[in-house]
């Protein structure tokens, strides 16, 4: 509570910032992040709470942090947030050139391959982040998650109390989805190659005698693929993507979408 009442005092009038409280603040917020010890938004049953104070403080950091030159390996950075670290007493699996913004939390037993994690951002035990995938600001990536090739999962900072996109655990994330602004993949849910979902993409479920439509959330255990619908324009009837919900994960599914864990099992080199 002292954390976050520094944080907000500082967020409303900057110039606070130039107390060593105030910084030291922000930096013991960004630590906590980093450990996973705080989250930008965190789970309450079936709900979601934005930790807007924290998400605050990872604005107030890029305030705190000076430009500095970071050199790994033949590559050289000039950047105010440093790189994570220490992947081996973490428990991580990081293949070059998987890169991780420092105050992003990576849990133990995560595969990643070369892809992008931003700060405030939270990636859950046995996750696998694939090749060219990345990770937004203060995104929610739940336990046992697959996000495919080139997935993007998009970040939110401004304004603090937006929702940041939230993806739950067991879900397995398609090739070269993208998903933003705030939308929630439920549990176990399973999206296609190529989906696409914003807050205004219709998703409608077909499963029924007549299409339920929905916007920002895929229910648990969906399998989503995309769509077109027809949208009228002063300049005519157009095609627009929307998601479709086609039917609900079964055991079938589930053996097709365990690659990262058989990889895991059987040590194979990937």
């Known amino acids: 509570m002292e954390l976050k009442s520094l944080i907000e005092s500082a967020y409303d009038d900057r110039t606070l910032l130039e107390g060593s409280n105030y910084r030291e603040a922000v930096l013991q917020t960004i630590d906590q992040l980093d450990k996973g010890l705080l989250r930008c938004a965190e789970p309450n049953g079936e709900h979601w709470i934005v ?40 428990g991580v699996r990081a293949i070059p050139p998987a890169t991780v913004r420092y ?30 995938a990345t990770v937004g600001s203060c995104a929610q990536i739940g336990a046992n998650v697959h996000l495919s090739g080139g997935v993007g999962i998009g970040g939110v900072l401004e304004p603090p109390q937006a929702s940041p996109v939230i993806i739950e655990d067991g879900a397995f994330i398609g090739s070269r989805c993208v998903i933003v602004e705030g939308v929630m993949v439920g549990k176990e849910a399973v999206l296609g190659a190529g989906v696409v979902l914003t807050s205004a993409t219709k998703i409608i479920d077909v499963t029924g005698s007549s299409p339920v439509e929905m916007k920002g959330y895929i229910p648990p255990r969906s399998v989503v693929i995309p769509g077109m619908v027809e949208k009228q324009f002063p300049a005519g009837s157009y095609q627009v993507p929307c998601a479709l919900i086609i039917g609900q994960r079964k055991a079938s599914t589930d053996l097709k979408t365990s690659l990262n864990a058989v990889l895991r099992d059987f040590d194979v080199q990937i």
Do not use: H, Q
């Open 51 to 90: 930790m807007d104070w924290v998400k605050k403080a990872v604005l107030l950091y890029f305030s705190v942090c000076e430009m500095k030159t970071y050199e790994v390996g033949p590559f050289e950075y000039f950047d105010k947030i440093p790189l994570k670290r220490g992947y081996a007493s973490l």
């Open 103 to 132: 105050g992003s939390y990576v849990a133990p037993s995560c595969i990643l391959m070369p892809s992008y994690v931003n700060i405030g951002a939270y990636v859950g035990a046995g996750t696998m982040v694939d090749t060219w």
